[in-house]
């Protein structure tokens, strides 16, 4: 069982940068692929980026060289830098966890656990 809970999310202007945490209780964490999700307010849930239990990242092409995701299996946390934050960032930002063999997982379904969410509001 793994538990995620994220933190540091807020409102920001538009240009500004901002770091969310992932923080994982159990101490098989670094057997888990990683990845953050988000959803706007009348949209699902969109896949964003993630990192493979040994540090490779993925990400896709809307925040790909603005979003940069990285962990510390010791300390149990994945961390996302978000810089150049745009007002469609605006979002309810989750992170998961799953364990398959392949990566980068961009399903929902396929990861087997979720946080609660965290708000990250950027402003024109």
């Known amino acids: 069982q793994v538990q995620l809970v994220e933190s540091g999310g807020g409102l920001v202007q538009a240009g500004d940068s901002l770091r969310l945490s992932c923080s994982a209780s159990?101490?098989?964490?670094?057997?888990?692929?990683v990845g953050w999700f988000r959803q706007a307010p009348g949209h699902e849930r969109e896949f964003v980026i993630a990192i493979s239990r040994s540090g490779t990242p993925y990400s896709t092409s809307s925040v790909k060289g603005r979003f940069t995701i990285s962990r510390d299996n010791a300390k149990n946390t994945v961390s996302l830098l978000m810089n150049n934050l745009k007002p469609e960032d605006t979002a309810v930002y989750y992170c998961?966890?799953?364990?398959?063999?392949?990566?980068?997982?961009?399903?929902?379904?396929?990861?087997?656990?979720w946080g609660q969410g965290t708000q990250v509001t950027v402003s024109s």
């Open positions: 998961a966890a799953e364990a398959r063999i392949t990566f980068p997982v961009l399903r929902e379904d396929e990861y087997s656990y």
């Open positions: 159990g101490r098989t964490f670094s057997r888990y692929n």
